[in-house]
């Protein structure tokens, strides 16, 4: 199905992020961040790298939750590590596929031939009881593709967002 489609531009754009520990990513601007990958909690580079190549998986094959977290889960036990809580691995797995494809459709729609025939972005998230007050106000709204807005804070705009970029 569509779903399960590549997507590489997504691909490409979480391949490209370096690999470092929460506290030197805490020390980033916003910018730098997005060109940074970290996961709260994990210390050792090789965990670090073990949840990033777990993660590229299933942004490359188009794998669901439930089977990026068996991976990982075997990754680990196979290190001798422990799991980490089921939580938390949905939050590694929704901000790197968020992330990724919203990387990805930026890259698409910033083509010079996209861009001259759709010259505005809008923002969409998803309004219900999860929804957060500051992305509640941003869904829905256009702004043109070259907007500082977008390359200072454009989605997804922090943990668990589901908002994106049409």
């Not at 754009?13 to 730098?32: C, E, G, N, Q, T």
């Amino acid at each position: 199905g569509f779903a399960a489609k590549p997507f590489p531009e997504a691909f490409e754009a979480f391949l490209a992020k370096s690999v470092i520990p929460r506290a030197m990513f805490d020390r980033l601007d916003d910018k730098a961040k997005r060109k940074a990958f970290t996961i709260a909690g994990l210390a050792k580079t090789e965990m670090l790298q073990t949840g990033f190549d777990a993660l590229a998986t299933s942004i490359r094959e188009g794998r669901d939750l439930r089977t990026f977290r068996k991976d990982l889960n075997a990754r680990f036990d196979s290190a001798g590590w422990s799991r980490l809580n089921p939580s938390h691995v949905e939050t590694i797995f929704r901000n790197g596929v968020m992330g990724a494809y919203s990387s990805g459709r930026e890259r698409q729609m910033s083509q010079p031939h996209v861009l001259k025939a759709r010259p505005y972005w809008q923002i969409l998230g998803v309004d219900d009881a999860r929804t957060r007050a500051a992305h509640r106000k941003a869904h829905g709204k256009v702004l043109p593709a070259g907007d500082p807005f977008f390359e200072k804070a454009g989605p997804p705009f922090g943990h668990n967002c589901r908002c994106r970029v049409v």
